[in-house]
């Protein structure tokens, strides 16, 4: 009797493990079927969160509406500047800040006679050309002060406040560094520049971290006009370097008049036939050219893109806006016939626009809205609600948004 019933135990276990009705085959078919309906339904939500997304970056605006509107009184002699998220108005009698509700943040009185101004994210430095005070200001309030010996001919100011200042010093021309976060009359950095040595300084760029300064030169040799992008770094790096130079770049019979930095590790230069890009965080490296035979009319870039507006040649529109990446890559070519005061790039969209007209785009080609504003406007500023604007006008801050 025992061994029967050890026969059927062994039997009915064999059974168990090796036939297709087993019940370990029954519990791995029942979770296969759990994981392949839960990988379906994922599958499904990717499909249907990318076709919403999709959606909604071809989706085309047909009207824009003000949904929030504050008074203000803006004189007519003070120009606006985007300072981070607020507005920053100055003219020869001072500066102030005000937030996208009309409300003031921080006054600053003075007297100049040709007020420039620098701006870095949400840091802006104030000077006077031909002065020797440089004011440095965040949406915040006032930062520092900035005394010179020598009067100003031009000022950069970086996201953390440092401060650089071109100085006339009648032979030589010299470019000073400043920490822009107290009052001061010290330098930190002091470069001389001179025709017969380095050359003549065209422009500058300072890196958001304040750490990098990019400069072009001008210079002849030999009865050769050159240009030179200089990269000098003032971290641990550009200590072991003879004067914090880095690394540079020579072109031949060509003017550099324009140099800056994207990021913290990407910049640019537009000459009168090319554009040049630099990579690199501590000694940036020339990455890619593009050759141009057509007069720039303007340039416009952020963090990610630049882009170099033409006359349009072929005739379909007035103007063509050529837009790179950081890797000086063409992203896309963008046709437009309104006269443009200003052509902003923020996230994926590129935003023209003028006193009273609005153009939207973006790279990827999709025209998503055409429009007037409702006053003229002096000031459009994105927010970080995609698709609301802030906008500036003489009498009010409105927040438009398109519907």
């Known amino acids: 009797m025992s061994n029967v019933r050890d026969y059927l135990k062994e039997r009915e276990k064999r059974t168990n493990n090796t036939t297709p009705g087993g019940y370990k085959d029954k519990i791995r078919t029942h979770r ?49 500047e985007k300072l981070g998220q607020n507005i920053l108005l ?12 009309g409300s003031a943040l921080w006054n600053q009185t003075f007297e ?16 006077d050309y031909n002065g020797r005070t440089i004011y440095v200001v965040s949406s ?30 009648s032979d030589v021309t010299r470019i000073l560094l400043y920490d822009g976060n107290a009052d001061t009359e010290t330098s930190i950095v002091d470069i001389k520049a001179s025709m017969d040595k380095s050359g003549y300084p065209v422009n500058l760029s300072l890196s958001p971290n304040g750490k990098m300064l990019a400069i072009s030169y001008l210079y002849v040799d030999d009865g050769e006009m050159k240009s030179t992008v200089a ?10 370097e003879s004067d914090n130079y880095v690394s540079g770049y020579d072109y031949l019979n060509t003017i550099v008049p324009y140099v800056q930095f994207m990021n913290n590790s990407a910049a640019f230069a537009v000459s009168d036939d090319r554009i040049i890009f630099f990579e690199g965080a501590e000694k940036p490296a020339n990455i890619a050219s593009s050759l141009i035979g057509e007069e720039i009319q303007s340039v416009y870039y952020n963090e990610e893109y630049v882009g170099l507006v033409f006359r349009d040649r072929t005739g379909a529109s007035v103007y ?40 939207i785009c973006n790279i990827k080609g999709v025209d998503k809205f055409s429009g007037e504003f409702e006053k003229p406007v ?26």
């Open 320 to 359: 063509r806006l050529d837009v790179y990446n950081a890797t000086g890559s063409k992203v896309c070519s963008r046709f437009f016939d309104i006269e443009y005061t200003d052509i902003i790039f923020h996230k994926d969209q590129i935003i023209i626009y003028n006193d009273m007209d609005c153009r």
């Open 140 to 169: 915040t309030g006032q930062m520092g002060t900035v005394k010179t010996n020598l009067p100003l001919r031009d000022i950069e100011v970086s996201q953390s406040g440092v401060v650089a200042a071109v100085l006339d010093d």
């Open 32 to 80: 296969l079927s759990i994981f392949y309906r839960g990988a379906l339904v994922i599958v499904l939500i990717v499909a249907l969160v990318g076709f919403l997304i999709m959606q909604w970056q071809n989706k085309v605006f047909t009207e824009s509406v003000n949904v929030n509107s504050a008074p203000v009184t803006i004189v007519q002699s003070a120009k606006v």
């Open 378 to 403: 002096s000031l459009l500023v994105p927010t970080s609600s995609t698709y609301k604007y802030t906008v500036v006008t003489s009498s009010s801050i409105d927040t438009m948004e398109l519907k």
């Open 231 to 240: 990269f000098f770094n003032f971290g641990e790096v550009g200590k072991n």
């Open 90 to 101: 100055y003219s020869k009698d001072g500066a102030s800040c005000m937030d996208n509700n």
């Open 112 to 127: 100049m006679q040709s007020p420039m101004v620098a701006v870095c994210g949400n840091v802006a430095a104030i000077g």
